[in-house]
């Protein structure tokens, strides 16, 4: 392969059950020739701050260059990833299968997953936030409570969380709700249109996490804009993807939600049922990083085949057998920012795709990283440079000018919003970020 190759990049199996994925010596050797390389090249600097801080190391150390770079602080790199992929996917010239060999995502997950091996465990305030199973399901008890505690506007618990927990006081927090997406859906299902062109097609919902305790708005449009397409669905969720756990380098829980779910999801397979997601990031842990952790699993890599990002399975649909009829223009367009997980996928830009299948419907793409990076822009001395990454993009959502703005990633699209709030040096009102699903559903007036 030569750069600049159109080839598609490979990624390799995470070694993650071998020794030496853990020994220090390797790893830091590893680190230094990719960092090499990546000095060489920079063509990073833009994306995330974990370049910027590895060229100003580089840079400081002179002519030593990388080696000059002290052991303690190879972590700085680590810390400022946010798994996103972008230098992966869309930047690096030298990804597999060039000769380089570079994985700067994967490398940072390595060292994560070291670092914590050494240390004994997840720091154990960094866990609990990680755990958004059993935070979800404590929250939907007492929604109320919840939601004051965690109000951004809360004089008296933000500060405090802020200081045990270590999230930043300033960030809008994801609400919960008292009745569950899944609960939601067994009380209330859709009546399926069967004079829908796609009619026959059945289909799993993985709720996720999100859309399960935090907005399970998301899940009630796809359910009513699938059975308007005459898809019969069925709401699963055996429990999270694991993504908060893969943030922290906990490959090996990881890889028992892996099991776990795809067991779970195992029967609707056999039965030739498709599988949707409802985040991007919980589609591209099940589409593509699960294959890699656990390679030798059948059910997994069934799933993994089987598996649509939501705005995936309704273009299909439209593709394939055409889309249901019903739909008005959504006036004043939509600006809608296409999350990293999403594109990650190498799928194309669904969402934007789905969106256009409106009638007379402006849409603007925005192209650019919200910064945000799931639990790494919650906290305290991340969410500052968080919100740096998201200015360009934010800035270029209110140039558009549209009447919504959207994203598949609830989290980014929160995080968009917030930045409207100091747009231009001036007092805002942060817009509602709407996730593309709930835009059909509105065009269906669902």
């Not at 490979?10 to 960092?35: S, V």
């Not at 590895?54 to 770079?69: K, P």
């Amino acid at each position: 392969m030569r750069e600049g190759s159109l080839e598609a990049p490979t990624r390799h199996i995470i070694d993650w059950q071998n020794p030496d994925y853990f020994d220090a010596d390797k790893l830091e050797a590893e680190m230094r020739r990719q960092f090499d390389i990546c000095h060489g090249c920079r063509r990073c600097f833009n994306l995330c701050d974990s370049f910027p801080r590895l060229f100003d190391m580089v840079d400081e150390a002179g002519d030593a260059e990388v080696h000059g770079i002290k052991t303690a602080d190879l972590g700085k790199v680590v810390d400022a990833c946010t798994l996103c992929d972008m230098c992966f996917l869309t930047k690096c010239p030298y990804v597999p299968p060039h000769e380089f060999n570079i994985d700067f995502p994967h490398l940072m997950l390595r060292y994560r997953a070291a670092e914590r091996k050494k240390h004994g465990g997840t720091p154990f305030y960094e866990k609990q936030l990680t755990e958004t199973d059993r935070n979800g399901k404590l929250a939907s008890f007492t929604p109320a409570v919840a939601n004051w505690a965690s109000d951004r506007d809360n004089g008296l618990t933000r500060p405090l969380l802020e200081k045990v927990a270590g999230v930043a006081r300033d960030v809008e927090l994801p609400k919960f709700h008292g009745k569950t997406f899944t609960t939601r859906a067994k009380e209330s299902p859709p009546v399926v249109n069967t004079e829908a062109p796609a009619f026959g097609r059945k289909a799993a919902i993985f709720a996720t996490c999100f859309a399960n305790y935090n907005n399970p708005h998301i899940g009630e449009s796809a359910l009513k804009v699938l059975a308007k397409n005459g898809v019969e669905t069925e709401v699963v969720y055996p429990g999270c993807c694991g993504m908060p756990q893969l943030e922290q380098g906990d490959i090996a829980r990881v890889a028992e939600k892996a099991k776990a779910i795809a067991l779970a999801f195992k029967p609707y397979i056999d039965a030739g049922t498709d599988i949707i997601a409802l985040v991007p990031s919980c589609a591209l842990m099940m589409k593509f990083e699960w294959p890699l952790i656990l390679p030798n699993d059948p059910d997994v890599k069934a799933l993994s085949q089987a598996t649509y990002d939501i705005s995936e399975y309704i273009v299909d649909i439209a593709d394939k057998e055409g889309i249901a009829p019903g739909m008005i223009p959504i006036a004043g367009g939509v600006a809608l920012h296409l999350a990293c997980h999403a594109r990650a996928q190498n799928m194309g830009a669904m969402g934007a795709e789905m969106l256009r299948i409106i009638p007379e419907t402006d849409v603007s793409v925005i192209e650019r990283c919200s910064g945000h990076g799931g639990s790494w822009g919650i906290k305290k001395g991340n969410f500052e440079i968080a919100t740096k990454f998201a200015r360009q993009t934010v800035k270029r959502t209110a140039d558009a000018g549209k009447a919504f703005i959207a994203s598949e990633c609830p989290l980014a699209g929160k995080h968009i919003a917030q930045g409207f709030e100091k747009l231009d040096g001036a007092s805002h009102e942060a817009p509602r970020a709407f996730h593309p699903i709930e835009l059909l559903a509105q065009a269906y007036g669902l």
